[in-house]
């Protein structure tokens, strides 16, 4: 796809300054001060990665560069800004973190018709810019279905058309390869190199470079809302040098963690034969059989839309059966409420499963209702023993007190995860667990996930296009497409 009318925003130029920040914090209404005394500069035609833990204000910065905090954010900006680029309209494109904040029409065309509309594209030209943006994005299949209905990968793919076919001249990606399939992560990567060629303005957030190394122009590192490094690579390898700063994994050194199935009688957690489930929408899995059982940590694979959130999802009691059979624990027809403490399931949007007023709160509220199931006492100093050391296990004691909904995306995964590994469930159901995640706190929830097969004889099921995920911590692997599956792999 070429971007014809592409422009570097009034009276700007490659190589000129597009946006400045002198001296800038940022605080939100709960208190929190999201950036602090930040200076920055992006220059027209630059590919700029932002990276940092989990928390450290990447959001908040990319949300800032857009005009939306004080606008439409509630919040407090001090400081100097300059932004060339907000000078005409659309022209600054943001693709959030998550993708479902970010569709709201009732089918695919009409979400990437709504942008060129707005900047009032005559409607034969808007027909042919959604055509390129379809194809280009593998999404033509979808051209007709309601954007709810789609998996969340799927929705990434619409939520960057929407912001594309309006030719930003500066473009922000809020994590933009979490949710995508290994074949939407290479065709998004060769969409941003001819951006790039073609002199759009690159500011991508993310936590792993993942094929991006060639674009990048710049490091910029946040940590804690404070500007921890700036650095312009010249010819340096950016993943050596993020893994110099302990910000990602080198590369000679992959997830080399002590695995190993442990010893014992195995149980069957999870029995499926000949499972068909399909959505009025489209979509869903058919004819799936499987067996998982205790201690065995099963990694399930596919691209965006073949199945895998449906399985998991089944697993928890929350689908049933059109077809075929399903059993967990040797129930038939289990629903969520009769396993509640003995399955766990951790979806892929985090906010779905916050409500409590804190962090600490919702694990809180988790062990108590568990506990109310068992008929055991529901409050004591076990009880916040438990509740400070489920924290301890994902580096939250920090955000305790925050709400959950005012966390970053990487906090709220841990802490939904969190929920859903202390009361040491006998089947755990993890969906995309590592998106958002830094590489140390990766580590925390693997050794956690490991902790569980080995002490307790959790059986475990990931979904998850983090291949390396799979690769070191699953004992097998079933790959789903188009709702079928394919293949059954060891490790």
Avoid at 139 to 153: D, E, F, K, V
Avoid at 218 to 236: A, K, M
Avoid at 412 to 425: I, K
């Amino acid at each position: 796809m070429r971007f014809p009318s592409l422009q570097m925003g009034k009276g700007c130029t490659v190589s000129d300054t597009l946006l400045r920040l002198e001296s800038v914090s940022v605080s939100f209404l709960s208190g929190v001060r999201a950036l602090a005394d930040v200076t920055l500069s992006i220059h027209a035609g630059e590919c700029v990665f932002l990276t940092g833990p989990s928390g450290s204000g990447k959001t908040t910065l990319l949300q800032l560069f857009r005009g939306l905090l004080g606008r439409h954010i509630p919040a407090t900006v001090s400081g100097e800004i300059e932004n060339k680029a907000l000078r005409e309209w659309g022209s600054v494109g943001l693709v959030f973190q998550n993708p479902e904040t970010q569709v709201f029409f009732q089918t695919v065309e009409e979400e990437l018709a709504f942008g060129a509309e707005n900047l009032g594209l005559p409607p034969q030209r808007i027909r042919h810019e959604i055509e390129e943006i379809l194809e280009r994005l593998k999404i033509s299949h979808l051209r007709g279905r309601n954007p709810a209905s789609l998996s969340s990968g799927e929705k990434q793919r619409v939520a960057i058309g929407s912001v594309l076919i309006m030719h930003p001249s500066l473009l922000l990606l809020d994590e933009p390869l979490s949710w995508l399939d290994r074949g939407g992560r290479e065709e998004l990567t060769r969409i941003l190199k001819a951006l790039r060629g073609e002199g759009m303005t690159l500011v991508i957030a993310d936590q792993v470079l993942d094929g991006l190394a060639d674009l990048v122009d710049r490091l910029v590192v946040l940590d804690r809302g404070q500007l921890r490094s700036d650095l312009r690579l010249d010819g340096e390898d950016p993943v050596q040098v993020l893994a110099g700063l302990g910000l990602a994994q080198p590369s000679e050194n992959r997830l080399e963690l002590p695995n190993g199935r442990p010893g014992g009688p195995r149980e069957p957690v999870l029995f499926m034969k000949d499972f068909t489930f399909r959505y009025s929408g489209g979509g869903g899995v058919h004819r799936i059989s499987l067996t998982l059982e205790s201690a065995e940590i099963l990694g399930i694979q596919g691209d965006n839309g073949s199945g895998k959130t449906t399985l998991l999802r089944a697993a928890a009691g929350l689908l049933q059966a059109q077809e075929g059979e399903i059993s967990v624990l040797g129930v038939q027809r289990s629903r969520p409420e009769k396993m509640l403490g003995r399955v766990a399931l951790v979806m892929q949007n985090p906010e779905r499963q916050l409500f409590e007023e804190s962090a600490e709160a919702e694990v809180l509220f988790t062990l108590r209702r568990i506990r109310r199931s068992r008929s055991r006492k529901q409050d004591g100093p076990d009880l916040k023993n438990e509740v400070m050391e489920a924290l301890r296990r994902l580096d939250l004691q920090a955000v305790r007190a925050r709400n959950p909904l005012a966390l970053s995306l990487g906090e709220q995964r841990r802490l939904v995860c969190a929920c859903a590994m202390a009361p040491g469930p006998e089947l755990l159901l993890l969906d995309e667990p590592t998106s958002g995640l830094d590489w140390p706190n990766r580590r925390l929830l693997i050794n956690w996930v490991r902790d569980l097969r080995r002490e307790r004889g959790t059986a475990i099921m990931v979904a998850s296009h983090d291949e390396d995920l799979i690769e070191t911590l699953c004992d097998r692997r079933l790959r789903v497409e188009n709702g079928e599956r394919v293949r059954d792999a060891q490790g």
